[in-house]
């Protein structure tokens, strides 16, 4: 072989070698730029956590539903609300046969006589009375027991995958959620408890209640205290 082929290689093989190079420098500095473009973080004030474990056959599930509906409309101040159906149900509030799923103990007990309504982490009878304000307002006067952080890293049909931290030591617990009627989100069950600590990251994917449609999906965490299971922190992500 003359030496002008062997040139010709060499130069062949550097082209090559720089195109794989630019290849892996891109993929590099465009996933950062995707991951980083559908985050949210919680701030400094508590923002309480209210569960509605309810079923379409409960006695007082559908007005309770209605009162979590309207729960934000005269508040200035933050309020998580969120509904865990006992029956698997699609975005027009209707429930199929049968729960494709394991129900939590609370999702069982809403499938008996009545509504669960669940502040901070504990039940809250009366939901319904002034003695429910007046717990909201004792929360928002405090800080928040911890911080946390939701970024979507992706989102694929019906799978979200999140990335989830905290600057404190926690039980944390996500889901992703659907809007339904009332503008409340949905949620099938939570994923959790996982543990957090500052500097951790907890990365899951997870299921979007069926026929949610991309622009009313979302993420939900809250982190509790792992001695009293008292919620310190809750959080909602829209997709982005």
């Known amino acids: 072989?003359?030496?002008?082929?062997?040139?010709?290689?060499?130069?062949?093989?550097?082209?090559?070698?720089?195109?794989?190079?630019?290849?892996?420098?891109?993929?590099?500095?465009?996933?950062?730029?995707?991951?980083?473009?559908?985050?949210?973080?919680?701030?400094?004030?508590?923002?309480?956590?209210?569960?509605?474990?309810?079923?379409?056959?409960?006695?007082?599930?559908?007005?309770?539903?209605?009162?979590?509906?309207?729960?934000?409309?005269?508040?200035?101040?933050?309020?998580l609300a969120v509904v865990l159906p006992m029956d698997d149900r699609d975005m027009g509030g209707e429930p199929k046969a049968r729960p494709s799923r394991k129900l939590t103990v609370l999702q069982r007990m809403a499938l008996i006589y009545r509504p669960y309504v669940v502040l901070q982490g504990h039940e809250f009878p009366g939901w319904n009375t002034d003695a429910f304000d007046a717990a909201l307002a004792r929360i928002h006067a405090r800080p928040a027991g911890v911080r946390l952080r939701l970024e979507i890293v992706s989102l694929s049909g019906e799978r979200i995958e999140v990335a989830a931290a905290a600057d404190s030591q926690a039980a944390l617990y996500l889901a992703a959620y659907g809007i339904g009627l009332g503008s409340v989100p949905l949620v099938l069950e939570w994923q959790g408890p996982f543990a957090v600590y500052s500097g951790a990251q907890v990365r899951r994917t997870l299921s979007i209640p069926p026929g949610v449609a991309r622009n009313n999906s979302g993420v939900l965490a809250f982190a509790r205290d792992r001695r009293t299971a008292e919620v310190l922190q809750a959080l909602r992500l829209p997709t982005c």
Do not use: T
């Not at 956590?49 to 309810?54: A, C, D, N, P």
């Open 1 to 79: 072989m003359g030496l002008a082929p062997v040139r010709a290689l060499r130069r062949f093989r550097l082209i090559v070698m720089r195109a794989w190079a630019l290849c892996i420098l891109a993929v590099c500095f465009a996933e950062p730029a995707q991951a980083g473009s559908c985050v949210a973080q919680s701030g400094r004030d508590s923002v309480p956590l209210v569960e509605l474990y309810s079923a379409k056959n409960c006695a007082g599930c559908a007005r309770a539903e209605l009162w979590l509906s309207e729960l934000k409309a005269h508040r200035p101040e933050p309020v």
